[in-house]
């Protein structure tokens, strides 16, 4: 939600916003919307992008709500019903708007070699989740956590006591590290 009022003033601005194939769309509302095609990405069902979003750049010393790990940094608004083709066309417009880390907290069973294909022509960082399913990545791999690129970190949730959260996901080889991942207080988006 780029109109939350501790995260307006952290939106990548997207005046001259480019598409997936790195044509000129004009200007974006901070980000693009995929699984409507247009360049309104807000929310109208799920407020999980919000929460990530604040967790991530919540403005500091606003008086309000809370502030983020990193409140300096901008943030590019991308929304998508998680099909293969609109997560390639996502991972393509951070590219060519110059996006530097991707977020990518989901995951799936399912192997995709376009999709891993074009997380490895991504030249920044893209985290991804290590899921939630109490799985172990090594031997039942979750993707594109377990793709296997050296521009992904793997993520699994710990608590607020430095322990393995009881639903994330693990692995010795597959998850390269753990962070908070319960009790996190953050944004949400309003409908």
């Not at 998680?82 to 390639?88: A, D, H, V, Y």
Request: charged share 15%; net charge negative; glycine share 8%.
């Amino acid at each position: 939600d780029y109109n939350h009022p501790d995260l307006a003033s952290s939106m990548w601005d997207g005046t001259t916003c480019v598409s997936d194939s790195g044509l000129s769309l004009g200007a974006c509302n901070h980000g693009y919307d995929y699984e409507n095609d247009d360049r309104t990405p807000l929310p109208d069902s799920n407020t999980h992008g919000t929460h990530v979003a604040g967790t991530i750049a919540a403005t500091k010393n606003n008086s309000r709500g809370i502030v983020g790990v990193a409140p300096d940094v901008k943030i590019m608004a991308i929304k998508t019903s998680l099909t293969s083709s609109e997560l390639i066309k996502a991972v393509n417009f951070a590219r060519y708007n110059g996006a530097k880390v991707i977020n990518a907290s989901f995951g799936g069973y399912m192997y995709d070699a376009l999709f891993r294909s074009a997380i490895s022509s991504y030249p920044g960082l893209f985290v991804a989740a290590a899921g939630n399913n109490v799985n172990n990545n090594d031997s039942t791999p979750v993707y594109p956590c377990s793709y296997d690129l050296d521009n992904i970190v793997c993520v699994a949730a710990t608590t607020q006591t430095d322990n393995l959260a009881w639903f994330s996901n693990y692995g010795n080889t597959a998850v390269d590290i753990a962070a908070p991942g319960t009790r996190i207080f953050s944004s949400t988006a309003s409908f």
